[in-house]
């Protein structure tokens, strides 16, 4: 059964942008190291799960981008959930046509490597609401905002599985949902 695997940059106050979206804080540290380590593990996914927001934003830049992640992020199966949008242009992109829970459920059980949510706090938010992330990744930036966009609106409990700690002082901590899907059907099949 293939998880679901959401990575976020995050302040160390739970932001994922400033106030006004502002992604600043997050662009002036990403160094080569941070960005050597998101390409190692995006290359271990085949599916990616945006929100309209996120997808608009991504689908604007990474086409034509040179970086070698955009090489993988190109190339991924790209899975947008909107209610507004009529079409999407990025390559190997289609509009959802379930909710995520059943987008989500069809994606399981088709062969493939993890499906990766991009992010868009509300969309993480929706999908965390009904457990369908397995896993969280949170590179934690040494840096508090005071305010902003969170990442989490409502308790949710997680277990640490991994932390690691870049050059630039962020952290990786690596969660799972014990109650996720991914996770509930793994242990009913041991």
């Known amino acids: 059964m293939r998880i679901v695997s959401l990575g976020m940059q995050v302040t160390l106050d739970g932001f994922v942008a400033g106030p006004n979206g502002e992604l600043d804080w997050a662009m002036e ?3 080569d190291e941070l960005f050597a380590h998101q390409e190692v593990l995006q290359s271990g996914s085949d599916t990616m799960l945006l929100g309209r927001v996120n997808y608009l ?3 604007a830049y990474w086409p034509t981008a040179e970086e070698p992640l955009a ?3 190109n190339a991924q199966q ?3 959930f909107s ?3 009529t079409q999407v242009d990025w390559q190997n992109s289609r509009l959802a046509t379930g909710s995520p829970a059943e987008e989500i459920a069809a994606l399981r059980e088709q062969p493939g490597s993890v499906i990766s949510v991009a992010g868009g706090s509300r969309f993480a938010q929706s999908l965390f609401r009904e457990h369908l992330i397995d896993e969280v990744r949170l590179y934690v930036h040494p840096i508090a905002l005071g305010s902003g966009i969170p990442l989490f609106a409502e308790p949710l409990r997680l277990e640490l599985t991994s932390s690691r ?6 952290l990786l901590n690596s969660y799972r949902d014990p109650l996720s899907a991914g996770f509930a059907d793994a242990a009913r099949s041991e």
């Open 165 to 170: 700690r870049f050059g630039n002082g962020t």
């Open 29 to 31: 540290r990403l160094d």
């Open 71 to 73: 090489k993988l992020l």
């Open 83 to 85: 209610t507004t949008l």
């Open 57 to 59: 934003d991504q689908a």
């Open 78 to 80: 790209k899975i947008v």
